[in-house]
């Protein structure tokens, strides 16, 4: 199965949400939520964008075409909220300008964006993703270790992999996090 291409543009904003499908016959769509600050994101007056990624291709001639020029898409479009309430785990949105099943039809699999400037602000040392993946992490030496290139969610805490190492976010071992210079400081744990 092909992988969807997703353009640089939406690469750099927020998912907050992704439409699944229209919900009734005035316009309503079905949201499934991808931000932790909901009722912050999904207010009457809330500002995002929504954004159509391509259609994935099946056909061989249609992927070798896609892998030599990426498919053109739209950049994100603004909108604003109308009305939104929870219906089970998902949130029924209304959008100001969608007033239809049809034009809600349109939007099926859209995702709904912010701009990064606009993500809510988190507490002292806690961070987003998104800021950590691609920090240069060093030890409290001065060796470099690699990149930090996922963080994994436990249950009680997180995992940061790094090179050959999976460190616990805690601060017994994350000593330095320097969101603006990408860099981290860690401190190994001792292996037994």
């Known amino acids: 199965m092909a992988q969807a291409y997703i353009p640089k543009i939406a690469r750099r904003w927020v998912t907050v949400g992704v439409i699944v499908r229209p919900f009734g016959i005035r316009g ?13 994101r999904f207010h ?15 056909d061989d001639a249609e992927l ?5 020029r990426p498919p053109r898409t739209r950049p994100p479009q603004e909108c604003f909220i109308k009305s939104a309430r929870w219906h089970g785990e ?3 949105i209304e959008l100001e300008g969608v007033d239809t099943r049809d034009q809600a039809e349109a939007l099926r ?3 709904l964006l912010i701009p990064p400037e606009e993500r809510m602000p988190l ?6 993703i998104d ?7 060093f030890t409290e030496s001065g060796e470099r270790i690699g990149k930090l290139k996922n963080v994994r969610q436990g249950a ?3 995992f940061y992999d790094i090179g050959a190492y999976t460190i616990p976010a805690v601060e017994e071992y994350i000593l330095e996090v320097d969101v603006p210079n990408k860099r981290m400081v860690v401190r190994l744990p001792e292996i037994d």
């Open 28 to 40: 309503e769509l079905k949201v499934r939520s991808e931000t932790d600050f909901p009722e912050a």
């Open 44 to 58: 009457p007056g809330a500002r995002l964008h929504w954004w159509l990624p391509p259609k994935p291709q099946t």
């Open 64 to 68: 070798t075409q896609t892998r030599k």
């Open 90 to 92: 998902h949130l029924i």
């Open 109 to 111: 699999g859209a995702w």
């Open 123 to 128: 507490e002292e040392g806690q961070y987003y």
């Open 131 to 137: 800021d950590l993946i691609g920090m240069e992490v």
């Open 156 to 158: 009680a805490y997180d």
